[in-house]
């Protein structure tokens, strides 16, 4: 990709939502299905018999298990709706925390291709707070610092299309999710204010925060914005 190349039309479509503009708060949510939920406890209940990690769960047949009905709305509209959506009914009040990290994980391999999450090979990963500092190079996720916008793995070579959370305890202050569309902050800054966004597509260096092997450099350096036509 030639980071050079700046996207200097506007985006008109759902994609660059504003709070002003947004579809209504029921579209968001996407409903599991009673034999989506039936097929993905099936699949868990035979994993636990034969003793298989979550991360080695799959389901046989995507088409066939009463789920493509009740996700590939959800996948639409995470491709190209409005880039988010609420996947509920996953009942985790009735399973152990293992089985709704395994449904999570079904979930998500409908919706895409894991990708590890740090450099140590993790595939799902805990976001909680064990006490650490993000003053001393701890990533936020294992803090209670609040986190700006921010795009995951933007230190790293590759950048998730998708990112999924599942919440197994509400925290009892705090922890709200905030999300803004790109495509709007582009439209915006674009329209406004052209030279910051000719700077955004330039590089700047990020802290990758310990994720990083004996040798490497302990920062990165990628462009805020990338396009590229096609």
Known sequence: ????????????????WRASSIDDITAWYYPLSEDCLSSFT????????????ITEISHPDRSSNGCEGCLQPALDALNSGRGFAIVERVP????????????????GQFLGIPMEQN?????????RDTGKNVAQGARFSVTNAESSFHND????????????????????????SQLISGYALHNELL????DVLK????????????????????TSQ???FQWSRG
């Open 119 to 127: 450099i140590e090979g993790t595939l799902l990963y805990d976001v």
């Open 222 to 224: 990628f462009p805020i």
């Open 191 to 194: 329209e406004n204010h052209p």
């Open 42 to 53: 099936w699949v868990i209940r035979d994993a636990q018999r034969n003793s298989r990690p």
């Open 92 to 107: 985790i009040e009735q399973y152990q925390v293992e089985e709704s990290l395994s449904m999570y994980w079904m979930i």
């Open 1 to 16: 990709m030639n980071s050079s190349q700046i996207l200097t039309d506007g985006v008109s479509d759902e994609r660059a």
């Open 153 to 176: 793995n933007s230190f790293g070579e590759l950048l998730p299309d998708l990112v999924g959370l599942l919440c197994l305890h509400t925290a009892k202050s705090g922890g709200q």
């Open 199 to 218: 700077t955004l597509y330039q590089l700047f260096c990020f802290d990758r925060r310990g994720q990083f092997k004996a040798g490497e450099s302990p």
